[in-house]
């Protein structure tokens, strides 16, 4: 239940969080951006790059098989065939890192939020391509001109000010790429 001095409270913190001047210059972020950033994007590297790694080694354990006509099972492994057998167990290995990673690339509907008023922040989710949670949010951020930035292989989008609480992350210099300007 609301009570009737919540928006003047939330008025007065967004007051408070826009006459602040922003601590960092864009490549420099809140440590909690940092973190969650690299999280995000390590999570992302190991997932796909497992997925590259097991393709290329099933596409060269393919060709014996199918080319040449060899159970290549244990016949690496036996025979002294060192290239084959790395391969195997690269393959072996990799397919099995690739599924556990795919739950944590969920794992920013956790973390992902405002350290001040606990909004949720837009991020792409790994299933299908580019699918967009919390779009809401980021048409707010668009809709108030709010800059952001999309870093490279990092699924997540971090607003330079929080739409919510207005709370000042970074600024943004005017001479970077950033997506929302």
């Not at 097991?54 to 290549?72: A, E, H, T, Y």
Request: net charge positive; glycine share 4%; proline share 10%.
């Amino acid at each position: 239940m609301r009570k009737p001095t919540d928006d003047i409270a939330n008025w007065r913190l967004q007051q408070e969080n826009t006459l602040k001047p922003f601590p960092y210059v864009f490549p420099q972020m809140p440590p909690r951006f940092r973190r969650c950033c690299a999280f995000a994007k390590a999570v992302f590297l190991i997932q796909w790059g497992c997925f590259a790694a097991f393709c290329v080694c099933s596409m060269v354990l393919f060709i014996p098989v199918v080319i040449w006509g060899r159970n290549l099972g244990m016949s690496a492994m036996i025979e002294n065939k060192p290239f084959l057998a790395f391969f195997i167990v690269a393959a072996a290995i990799s397919l099995p890192i690739f599924f556990a990673a795919v739950p944590l690339g969920f794992t920013p509907k956790l973390f992902w939020r405002c350290p001040c008023c606990g909004h949720p922040f837009p991020y792409y989710v790994p299933t299908r391509g580019d699918n967009l949670k919390e779009k809401e949010c980021l048409r707010s951020i668009e809709g108030r001109h709010i800059k952001y930035a999309k870093l490279k292989f990092c699924p997540l989008i971090i607003p330079s000010v929080c739409p919510e609480c207005r709370c000042k992350f970074f600024d943004m210099a005017d001479g970077l790429p950033a997506q929302g300007k």
